[in-house]
């Protein structure tokens, strides 16, 4: 594999960076960066440390990952993200590792409940959010990596990372696993042509890949991706699913008001096929943190979404035909 780290990998230019990468050949992996500068968002943090994880657990080459030499000023910030420790590279830099609470929470493999629960509480000074907020929040997170954790079928769990910035009061979160991807997942029980196929039932809330029952099962209720998809929606923030070759964008700028569409599609997206082909999932959020309108409406709104799509859908599958 070939991965080049340019100077801006953020959710709005991501495709770019996804399109100078080679995920064919999985025994071993190149790291080049752009000399002058880099900021990235924590989901190319994950993507690459997944990765690594993987070529490593290989084992069939004596050196399978290597790296060129960060030049640029900000290479501290991907020894801090902890990075090469799972490239199991030397970066040669010697940094001091002040308290990251409030500010970011470097690339953390999940592989467990309990890890996953460290990671959620790690979130709480993250928010900056009252209570109710924040649980909010943490439940979407959870829901998203507990779905990595009990349908990906990944061997190496997933890769979590967030970070604050306090300029935009916005986190930026990346979730990333390289499982079996969304199409075998959703295709277990939906029929689904495509990558894109499966991307939108993913997003359709009451859809999940653990039974074909409209509205989902009492453990998996399909509403994870659409809860995140919304809030983004909502505070006009970018999402992103990437898996297959095929990679989904919701667009900052919707259209005004706060409609929610229980169609994906119905948002403003970008939507690119034959990109390289990710073996998993990849989920990128930016959530802005400001209080612009009441949160716990917000909720709502979304729940009222969702009970009314599925309950629509249950109706619309179990009419029977009317014989005069």
Not at 130 to 155: C, F, M
Not at 163 to 181: C, E, F, M, P, S
Not at 283 to 301: P, Q, R, Y
Request: glycine share 6%; proline share 4%; with cysteine.
């Amino acid at each position: 594999m070939k991965i080049h780290i340019p100077n801006s990998a953020f959710l709005g230019n991501i495709n770019a960076f996804i399109k100078l990468a080679d995920f064919s050949d999985r025994d071993s992996m190149y790291i080049t960066a752009n000399e002058k500068w880099m900021s990235v968002h924590p989901i190319v943090l994950c993507m690459i440390a997944s990765l690594g994880v993987e070529v490593r657990a290989t084992g069939l080459n004596k050196e399978p990952i290597l790296c060129e030499r960060f030049t640029a000023p900000s290479k501290h910030y991907f020894e801090r993200m902890r990075l090469f420790r799972f490239l199991n590279l030397n970066s040669e830099m010697d940094i001091v590792e002040h308290e990251p609470a409030g500010r970011f929470i470097p690339v953390t493999q999940i592989q467990d409940s309990a890890t996953l629960g460290r990671f959620i509480e790690d979130m709480i000074p993250l928010l900056h959010l009252d209570k109710q907020q924040s649980q909010s929040i943490k439940y979407i997170v959870s829901e998203l990596v507990r779905n990595v954790l009990e349908h990906s079928a990944s061997q190496h769990g997933a890769f979590v990372a967030a970070q604050y910035h306090a300029k935009t009061n916005t986190v930026r979160l990346g979730i990333v696993d390289t499982g079996v991807g969304i199409k075998k997942t959703i295709g277990r029980f939906h029929v689904v042509k495509n990558y894109k196929d499966a991307i939108k039932l993913a997003l359709t809330p009451g859809i999940t890949g653990t039974t074909s029952k409209e509205g989902g099962t009492e453990y998996n209720a399909g509403a994870g991706l659409f809860f995140t998809k919304s809030i983004s929606r909502i505070n006009k923030d970018f999402f992103v699913i990437y898996s297959g070759d095929t990679l989904f964008k919701l667009l900052r700028k919707q259209e005004p008001g706060t409609v929610l569409n229980s169609d994906p599609f119905a948002d403003r997206h970008t939507l690119e096929q034959g990109l390289p082909y990710w073996n998993g999932t990849v989920i990128g959020v930016d959530m802005t943190l400001d209080d612009n309108e009441d949160f716990s409406a917000l909720l709502k709104n979304i729940r009222e979404v969702y009970t009314s799509t599925v309950r629509a859908r249950k109706e619309k599958q179990y009419k029977r035909p009317k014989f005069i």
